[in-house]
């Protein structure tokens, strides 16, 4: 009785035969996100921009026999963004199940700090970049029949504090624009959710 369920749920959580993209892959909470996936049995590409460390991660994931391929791409960057996505469609051979939102980055200041360079880098990294992936994967998640989108917001995009008005910023634009995906994109079977973490013991917290 017992090995049956947990068959039954062993296949319930199954990601066998699916497909995922994870930005930011090499550290933290991406890392460990790639790493649940690809021990569920998903084929997961990552990316991250520091080629040493990307390469160490993609080595240990192939030592374990996970299933985890990737390169390196500054999210941040419109025409790198663009050859990730024909990187992924290639490798998944256009079918693309689930996307993971995850790179971020966190500037620790007061509103009136903050320049104008850094309202351009967070507001391409945090923003900019999960609303153009979006984009450019649709036509693959949609062409799984069965597409996720899981965008890693913070609870920062939902309270108010100080030092971090930025950040915040962009935290809440990707809860809306989650909001609106998900009503727009639904009808070609592609779920979007966010995930809205609190304070977690990773590099980007070390300040905290
Ligand atoms: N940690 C927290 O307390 C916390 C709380 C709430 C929400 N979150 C959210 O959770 C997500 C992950 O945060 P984390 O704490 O795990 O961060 P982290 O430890 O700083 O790791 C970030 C990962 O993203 C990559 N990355 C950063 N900028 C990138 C870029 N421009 N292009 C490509 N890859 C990039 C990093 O590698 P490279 O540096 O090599 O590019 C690294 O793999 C973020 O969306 C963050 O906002 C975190």
Redesign the pocket.
């Known amino acids: 009785m017992e090995d049956k369920a947990s068959s039954v749920r062993e296949k319930r959580w199954s990601l066998q035969g699916t497909t995922a993209l994870v930005?930011?892959?090499?550290?933290?909470?991406?890392?460990a996100i790639v790493q649940e996936l690809a021990e569920l049995g998903a084929t997961v590409y990552t990316?991250?921009?520091?080629e040493a460390?990307?390469t160490e991660c993609l080595r240990q994931w192939e030592k374990s026999e996970l299933c985890v391929i990737g390169s390196v791409?500054?999210?941040?960057s419109r025409s790198e963004r663009e050859k990730l996505m024909e990187k992924v469609s290639l490798a998944f051979n256009g079918k693309l199940n689930i996307l993971v939102n995850?790179?971020?980055?966190?500037i620790y200041k007061k509103a009136n700090d903050s320049t104008v360079e850094d309202y351009t880098s967070i507001m391409a990294?945090n923003f900019e970049s999960p609303f153009h992936l979006c984009q450019l994967a649709y036509p693959f998640l949609k062409a799984s029949g069965a597409g996720n989108i899981v965008n890693?917001?913070?609870?920062?995009g939902l309270l108010g504090g100080d030092d971090l008005t930025l950040y915040s910023a962009t935290?809440g634009a990707m809860n809306q624009m989650t909001r609106n995906l998900a009503c727009e994109w639904a009808k070609d079977n592609i779920r979007t959710n966010c995930v809205a973490?609190?304070?977690?013991r990773?590099?980007?917290?070390e300040p905290?």
């Open positions: 930005t930011g892959g090499s550290k933290g909470i991406g890392h990316c991250s921009r520091n460390e990307l791409c500054d999210v941040s995850n790179a971020a980055m966190a990294t890693i917001s913070s609870i920062a935290k973490p609190g304070v977690t990773t590099v980007m917290a905290l």
